[in-house]
């Protein structure tokens, strides 16, 4: 049974569990916590400061404390000399009215909207904080998600949309699973099927929100609105943060946008300036930390929203389908939320072992591989006989391009050829990420083999075309 | 009105924060090479917006600086930057041989090493850092600068990161040169001293030493800067950013103790004249743009055209300040003026008060009806009015309003900008210690004894002792190896005067006093780099150039006249002269001079000289010209009899 972080932003108790060993006993006698005020006096010095958190992976014979100055210090346990509590930490009720008078970014206020309400936009909240807050005392980032929050941290959406924002989750990307895709799609529905909202913006970790964003290109048919996956590659404590921008951009791309469909709102360079919307099947993080880290493959990203507003992409409707916005009826919406996560990914490398495919664990555990071949989609010689074997067995075998940019074209060489001959389905230029996502989706959703076979080689929700495009990469 | 009160009454606090860039080769974070560059060939725009504190309150300096609403534009340059300057790639980690000399520094200044460090996040949204915030580490706390027997105690010593160059500003855009951004400096905070501004420069100066002794500090105008916080009896902390050479450092600190001390007494005089918050200090504000278009005054004309022609004009009525806005208890001090300086932060460029109008084209039908509008009956009540951008306008008018109530309470807590004529003005409110946070992207840095005992090892030898040395080793006296120890020039002088058979005290007083006086001519040092000082040296030294070519050659370079050496050479007519030419020309000019060598003798050396000088100057030394003529005339004249033959006096 999976279970679900879902964690409401209620501050996180300061303890000092962070501390361990020596140190935490020294604390624990003492009867300090995180955010106390204590006085310590060392062989050398004497300070009176707060104390803070350690990191987990830190060692246990320093205690950290903040100085008056602001600055941080680690002190070594076996210098104290003395050391006592002088003042506890209190607990302030938090209050944002005044940093809404204070700041008045954008000029626009509610009374904006007084002749007509406002288009509703929901925000589920998944992880990753788009806006937060620092706690300077601790060092302490918390998220910002009550709808106040939001527009004292980002005052410009008020001119935009009227924003409901929702915890769903509060999970680092990396550990989401086939299973928050189904949570994520039926919270989608439920919004959608409301008939409230204009669009629903999904905040969302960046490492693995290109395989959400597939996710629910397959999950959810006929979307009759937007649904924008947003994230930040700068965390949203820093004032640099990305987070604000790609969140304005994807409440433009939400309210304005002619198309409905899933899509992925990011910074479409380095500058704060231009956000690219992304065909969730197409899409990819490219880069480790740049803000412009997503791409979409193969194609220019469907929509640029410049200021305020949107620009589609004409030519790119060529080349991929989008559903027109159709606000008042979802009648045609169709969600089909499950998915099998019995699919693996395997990257085919020179020295790649072929017995992996024909090994025990494999047949019992997985209904399908997706392989990430060479070039035109490759592999070695030797592991042709394995994969006949695996096929013969009812396994299904995809491939598709390690290049990532470009479709998989068997017919050229004699291996690709072989590889047609046994069984292997080539899945032209779906990328490896979107295709073990509809994988998983196409196994939880067809009745046989056959039919997830066929399915698997249709173009659902635009992660196969029949088009590439000549452009500049 | 002045008071007669004596400036050197005044007790005057002096607290140093001096920024040292570290020579490193590599930046604090990256290994990017610490060059300065106008090389730019890569540009990103940004905005920068106030991270929200726990206590749903932003900073005040992050606030007041985001309200200018600025769009930056940042200039890269390959080689100086990278993702880490762009803020596309967290920091490495701490480059070691910058926490080494840091480290070394403290023990240096006998300050306390702290057990394990913390890299911090230090908010600041002006854009001078790409990632909004500063990264800096407290390396240790405590200790003493020695000043003769005298001990300056230290307050803290800190490693952080340069900040970016900022390139323009035009009160929407400003840009920045990351070249700069990410090159180490080591921040050495002192108690605060009081003392005569003459003595309390001293103490930057032996700091100053003190650092470059290390011979681990970077050189050069722009390497070291002094912020100074300035506070006189009775008054707030001021702090003084952008203090770059010591002579200005006077000059800041005298402004500083006028300024402060006179706001100090005009809220006195406000207090006396039972002035206070309650009176009404801004409690009407009204717009008067309509009565200001009819005015003749380009400024108000300007101002109304600003925003496509929306430009509006505010006007806040003062309780009790009449006469109190323009008082003078100094020269040039008073309220108005910190007001304009104020608005500028804005983009606005100053304010009007009733203290000088009717003037500038408003003229008093136009202040009636403003006092009308204002309803100012009472004779004691002022008012001021600012005009231009409508969202400036009301951030201004907020602004003023604080600020005049503070006038009450005499010297405000703000930061300040040193001029280049050594007077100060507003730059933004103080930032409060509260805006540091982790940075969680670097571990904590434990130091243990080992590590601070191999680096005890190396602890520079004082100051005052390299000095000896350099003066003893060179023959020089004591001033000179001063000089040559404070200007960027120490490793240099020491190159050329160890590979070169130059005079050292020639070097030194070309290095110095020459560089110094064209300098004080306007003239930019930055455009002669020490490669084409030592070119110059060593063209002296093969005898291709006369010593007194020199100082033309850097003029050439520093006027911008001559791009390289060669260019400069060949634009002063310095072509090498070789010894055969040398004679043939010395010849021909005693040739040409015989009758003046028969009639005079020996005593037409000095005439003959001048004549060979006039062809020679630059292109051979003189010394040697000399000697060449004295050799020949004396062969001519021996061979000659009949021709006079006495000594002659050179």
Known sequence: ?473 | MILAINPECINVKVGFEIHQQLATENKLFCSCKCEETENYKIFFKRNLRPTQSELGMYDAAALFESNKMHTIKYHAAAGSCCLVEADEEPPHEVNREALETALIVSLTLHSKVVDEIHVMRKIVIDGSNTSGFQRTMLIANGGYLDINGKKIGVQTICLEEDAAKLISDNGTIREYGLDRLGVPLVEIALEPVSGKPQEIMQVARTLGRLLRASKRVARGLGSIRQDVNISVDNGNVVEVKGVQQLDQLIKVIEYEMLRQHGLILIAQKLKKNNINAEVGIGDRIEDVTNILSKSTSKVVKKSLADDDNKGVFKAIRVKGFSGMIGFEPYPDIRIGKQLSELVRFYGLGGVFHSDELPNYGIGSEQVDAIKKKLQVVDDTDAFVIVGGQRDRVEFAVDALVKRLKMALNGVPAETRAATFDGKTTFSRPRSGSGRMYPETDIQPIPINNALLDSLSDRIPRPWDEIIDTLAKKHRMNKKLAEQVFDSPYLSLFEEIANSTKIQPTFIASKLTEDLVSLQRQGLDTALLNENMILDAFERLNAGIVAKESIVLIFEKIMKKESKTIDEAVAALGIMPVNEQELQRIIDKILEENMSIVKSKGIASFGTLMGRCMSVLRGKVDGEKINSVLKQKLEQLLASNTGLKTQEYQD
Request: overall charge neutral; aromatic content about 6%.
């Open chain 1, 1 to 473: 049974m999976l279970e679900i972080n879902a964690l409401p932003n209620e501050e996180k108790k300061l303890t000092v569990s962070e501390y361990k060993g020596k140190s935490l006993t020294l604390l624990t006698d003492k009867g300090i916590s995180v955010g106390d005020t204590i006085k310590i006096s060392t062989s050398d010095n004497e300070f009176i400061a707060i104390l803070m958190p350690r990191y987990e992976s830190a060692d246990e014979n320093h205690i950290v404390v903040k100085l008056k100055s602001g600055y941080n210090i680690g002190i070594e346990l076996s210098k104290i000399q003395f050391i006592t509590k002088v003042d506890q930490r209190s607990y302030q009720n938090v209050s944002t009215n005044d940093s809404l008078l204070q700041i008045r970014r954008g000029g626009a206020q509610h009374d904006d909207w007084k002749k007509e309400p406002p288009p509703r936009i929901a925000l589920i909240s998944t992880g990753g904080t788009i806006a937060s807050r620092i706690d300077y005392r601790t060092g302490g980032v918390h998220a910002a998600l009550s709808a106040s929050d939001l527009y004292a941290s980002i005052p410009e959406l008020v001119k935009h949309a009227s924003i409901d924002p929702e915890v769903l989750l509060n999970e680092y990307s990396e550990n989401l699973k086939p299973e928050h895709w189904t949570l994520i799609a039926n919270k989608v529905s439920e919004k959608v099927r409301s008939g409230k909202y204009h669009g629903i913006i999904i905040s969302h970790g960046t490492d693995t929100m290109h395989y959400t964003a597939s996710a629910l290109s397959f999950a959810l048919q006929n979307l009759p609105i937007p649904v924008v996956l947003v994230g930040a590659q700068r965390s949203s404590d820093r004032p640099s943060s990305d987070a604000a921008l790609n969140l304005i951009g994807a409440t433009i791309f939400s309210v304005k946008s002619n198309y409905s469909g899933v899509f992925v709102a990011m910074h479409a360079s380095s500058s704060d300036d231009v956000i690219a919307c992304h065909i969730g099947t197409r899409v990819r993080k490219n880069h480790t930390s740049r803000r412009d880290a997503f791409e979409s493959i193969d194609m220019m990203p469907v929509a640029l929203v410049k200021g305020e507003s949107v620009e589609m992409q004409p030519p790119q409707q060529r080349y991929v389908k989008l559903q027109e916005r159709n606000n008042s009826g979802h009648n045609n919406f169709i969600v089909k939320s499950n998915f099998d996560s019995r699919v693996i990914l395997l990257k085919y490398y020179p020295g790649f072992d072929p017995d992996l495919l024909s090994h025990s664990i494999m047949r019992s555990t997985y209904r399908a591989i997706i392989l990430e071949g060479t070039g035109l989609g490759h592999v070695s010689r030797e592991c042709i006989p394995k994969i006949q074997k695996a096929v013969e067995s009812g396994m299904m075998v995809f491939m598709t391009s390690q290049c990532i940019w470009g479709r998989v074209r068997m017919t050229v060489y004699d291996t690709g050829r072989d590889l047609l001959d046994i069984g292997v389905i080539p899945l032209s230029d779906t990328l490896p990420e979107t295709a073990i996502v509809k994988a998983m989706w196409v196994i939880a959703n067809s009745n046989s083999t056959e039919s997830a076979k066929k399915m698997m080689q249709e173009n659902i929700a635009n992660e196969m075309t029949t088009v590439t495009p000549i452009m500049d990469k």
